[in-house]
Nanobody, 119 residues
Framework: QVQLVESGGGLVQAGGSLRLSCAAS????????MGWFRQAPGKEREFVAG????????SYGDSVKGRFTISRGNAKNSVYLQMRSLLPDDTAVYYC????????????WGQGTQVTVSS
């Protein structure tokens, strides 16, 4: 049973930075792709960023390109999202995901962490 636990969310002013972390447990393989989605109130869940199991390939949603950076830990069972130049529109619950077959579609999800950007 794969379990994902996010941390690092919080309240930040527009223009500020936050770093989200996600730790995976119960992973029997190191070949999981991982990444982040987010969901704001009243909106659909939106792809934010994904990274391949090796860490050599990344993908970003259009709204975060150039501002967010995704990376993996050395043990490959953790993923990070460095968020810079945050905007009020980035306010959402951020979910960590993991999957064997795709960087942008996942089989396992964390419980989510709230990010609130004040104007």
């Amino acid at each position: 049973q794969v379990q994902l636990v996010e941390s690092g969310g919080g309240l930040v002013q527009a223009g500020g930075s936050l770093r989200l972390s996600c730790a995976a447990s119960g992973v029997t393989s190191t070949t999981y792709h991982m990444g982040w989605f987010r969901q704001a109130p009243g909106k659909e869940r939106e792809f934010v960023a994904g990274i391949s199991w090796s860490g050599t390939s990344t993908s970003y949603g259009d709204s975060v390109k150039g501002r967010f950076t995704i990376s993996r830990g050395n043990a490959k069972n953790s993923v990070y999202l460095q968020m810079r130049s945050l905007l009020p529109d980035d306010t959402a619950v951020y979910y960590c995901g993991a999957g064997l077959y795709s960087m942008v579609a996942y089989d396992y999800w964390g419980q989510g962490t709230q990010v609130t950007v004040s104007s």
